[in-house]
């Protein structure tokens, strides 16, 4: 299905296009605009494929492929990573290709003997290896934790071109291929949550490889990811934006997540984003129950506040709350400030429950948050103003 994309010379995008996921990495991520699965021919005196596809698409890997070459004359098969959705095609394509040598670092043969089996004729790299295929150099960047230990980017100096797996990538499905034939805020949008769903964890990791890359000189035209748009206008916005990302040093802004039983807690969550937002501060507000957790944690993500609000119930917290925190606890977001807040009738817990999760997520907790029982009264409210007006004095340049 498709045809290839030109992205240098003899050099082709031959992925494909998943319309229909809603849902990656089981139900964590929410991919409203589908995705891609990106795979990159490289023809030269000696051929090589970066990279393969998710399982279910590997008939039209081959389609393309076919429109380009005989699979049979690959003689190269790097695999950047050895997660399904970019290695699900491995089996076959190396059925086709059988004389084709495999690439890999050390770590992801370990995974591809695992998933796949076979005996097969691997070469591992690391850093500083090289493969000559004639006009064209494949040079190998291992990057391990973004995301997986196995992770590893290939860079063609002749073309600038940089094949980073899934480093700056999105989860765009679109009939076109490149950044910018769309527009670049919304793209840069997209690219923001799939940062902050993924590889928030390891920005310091991020970091490092970034400052990695500019040591080595590396010159950057072209970034080709294994998801979405290839970015060819723009690689100087996204490699900024990971910079600015994985500093994790935020701006004036607070995520306020809640959800509420008679509406009591509600009214807190807005009395405090008054307080904020006459502080000066961003805000933005998300009721647990009918928003998406991974677009909470895209906005969590260049966020310096993160308030999470429940009342107690069964002497716990609301259970569409927990998730909540459950991905704030597994991303851990980096130099953030938190608080607590919520009603109770007959007794409290919810409060301390959120405060604990907060701790194990690494968020310095502003304490006290306001714990009110039953319906807030007027003072309640004016005073839940005074602490967003407090919060939005410390999150201020």
């Known amino acids: 299905m498709g045809t290839p994309a030109a992205i240098a010379e003899n ?34 005196e000696k051929n090589a494929l970066v990279d393969t596809v998710y399982a279910p698409f590997t008939d039209d890997l081959v389609d393309k492929l076919k429109q380009l070459i005989d699979p049979a004359r690959i003689d190269y098969l790097v695999i950047n ?38 005996e097969y004729d691997y ?28 992770s590893m980017f290939t860079y063609i100096p002749e073309q600038e071109l940089l094949l980073p797996n899934d480093a700056f990538g999105q989860h765009l499905a679109t009939t076109y291929r490149f950044d910018d034939e769309g527009e670049l805020e919304f793209i ?27 040591k080595l000189g590396i010159k950057i035209k072209t970034i080709a990811p294994s998801h979405g748009l290839i970015w060819r206008r723009n690689p100087e916005a996204i490699l900024s934006a990971y910079a600015r990302w994985a500093e994790s040093k935020g701006r004036p802004k607070a995520v306020i997540a809640y959800d509420t039983m008679w509406n009591s807690t509600e009214k807190m969550a807005y009395a405090l984003m008054d307080g904020l937002m006459a502080g000066g501060a961003e805000v933005k507000l998300f009721k647990a129950s009918v928003s998406d957790r991974s677009d909470v944690m895209k906005e969590v993500l260049d966020a310096r506040a ?33 608080m607590a807040f919520g009603s109770y009738g007959w007794a409290g817990g919810a409060q301390k429950i959120i405060e604990e999760r907060l701790k194990a997520a690494k968020i310095e907790l502003i304490e006290p948050g306001p714990s009110l029982k039953w319906a807030p009264a007027d003072a309640d ?17």
Not at 133 to 143: D, Q, V
Not at 313 to 330: F, T
Not at 381 to 397: F, S, T
């Open 306 to 338: 993160v308030l999470v609000g429940s009342p107690t119930m069964n002497n716990d917290i609301l259970p569409v709350v927990s998730p909540l925190l459950d991905e704030l606890v597994g991303l851990r977001p980096r130099n953030k400030i938190g």
């Open 11 to 44: 050099i082709y995008w031959v992925g494909v296009v998943d319309w229909n996921i809603r849902l990656f990495h089981g139900p964590t991520l929410s991919t409203p605009y589908g995705t891609t699965y990106n795979s990159y021919l490289i023809m030269d």
């Open 381 to 397: 409210l004016d005073r839940c103003r005074e602490l967003g007006k407090e919060i939005a004095r410390r999150i201020a340049d």
């Open 188 to 214: 840069l949008g997209e690219a923001a949550k799939y940062y902050a769903n993924i590889l928030m964890p390891f920005s310091a990791q991020v970091l490092k490889k970034l400052e990695e890359v500019q």
């Open 123 to 150: 070469t591992v790299v690391k850093s500083g290896d090289t493969l000559k295929l004639g006009k064209n150099t494949l040079a190998f960047i291992e990057a391990p934790m973004l995301h997986w230990p196995d």
């Open 81 to 118: 990573h050895i997660e399904p959705d970019h290695s699900g095609a491995f089996p076959v394509i190396r059925r086709l290709c059988p004389n084709a040598k495999v690439f890999c670092s050390q770590r992801a043969l370990e995974g591809l003997k695992s998933y796949y089996g076979g």
